[in-house]
């Protein structure tokens, strides 16, 4: 087991993989953490791409976007595909899901992967919304939170990113999927919708509608990059 870093977070957050740390309902009316969680417990591997995103790969390695130095944190990070990959850079990371089993198979990918992890990473059970770390993050990623959660909840996911990040710090957003699904969630989700939640906290510096993408995902991702006011 690899050895993590507990830097800003509240000793009761630590508790990775504890059946104590389901997460709470968050909105009375939908069951989404119910249904990732029922996903992840099924190994589900409908959206997994075996490993980082091709859109993060290209924003840092072809664009070379430098990111704020400091801690960063990976929301929704699922089998931590993109959470190893990161920490792989040199940045300190926490990576959260709100769903035990993504946990669970994100320590797994750890434990296989510790050589090429030269940050430091932390794993939680948490939700975004309820999320208190006792230090804020310069930098934050995510891929496919926004079409994951109830569109009802959007104006809080903006509202926790604000809460979560600091001055001048950096929201990386890569949406998905564009294009509308026969059955939610995820749900379609679109950049105006994006922007509508997060204007008030974020200005926007930089938008890549023709992201790199596995084959098959053409046209359905979009790249985003916010700094925080």
């Given at each position: 087991?690899?050895?993590?870093s507990v830097e ?109 992890v030269s940050g ?105 990059v916010w700094k925080?006011?």
């Amino acid at each position: 087991m690899m050895a993590v870093s507990v830097e800003g977070i509240p000793p009761s957050s630590t508790k990775s993989i504890s059946p104590n740390m389901a997460p709470k309902k968050i909105h009375p009316e939908n069951n989404h953490n119910h249904e990732w969680k029922m996903y992840w417990a099924a190994a589900g591997t409908e959206h997994d791409q075996n490993g980082p995103s091709e859109a993060l790969r290209e924003l840092l390695e072809d664009h070379r976007w430098l990111l704020p130095r400091g801690r960063c944190l990976v929301a929704g990070c699922g089998r931590g595909y993109d959470a190893l990959y990161l920490a792989s850079r040199g940045l300190t990371c926490v990576a959260i899901d709100c769903c035990e089993p993504a946990i669970a198979q994100a320590q797994k990918l750890l434990d296989t992967n510790t050589e090429t992890v030269s940050g430091k990473l932390t794993l939680v059970v948490q939700d975004i919304f309820t999320f208190k770390p006792t230090l804020r993050f310069t930098v934050a990623y995510e891929y496919g939170l926004f079409s994951a959660i109830h569109p009802s909840q959007r104006q809080q996911w903006a509202e926790a990113y604000a809460r979560l990040i600091v001055p001048q710090g950096s929201l990386i957003v890569l949406l998905c999927p564009l294009t509308r699904r026969s059955q939610a969630p995820p749900y379609q989700v679109t950049m105006a919708e994006c922007e509508s939640v997060l204007k008030r906290y974020f200005v926007l510096v930089r938008v890549d509608s023709n992201c790199r993408c596995v084959e098959g995902q053409e046209g359905n991702e979009l790249m985003s990059v916010w700094k925080r006011l």
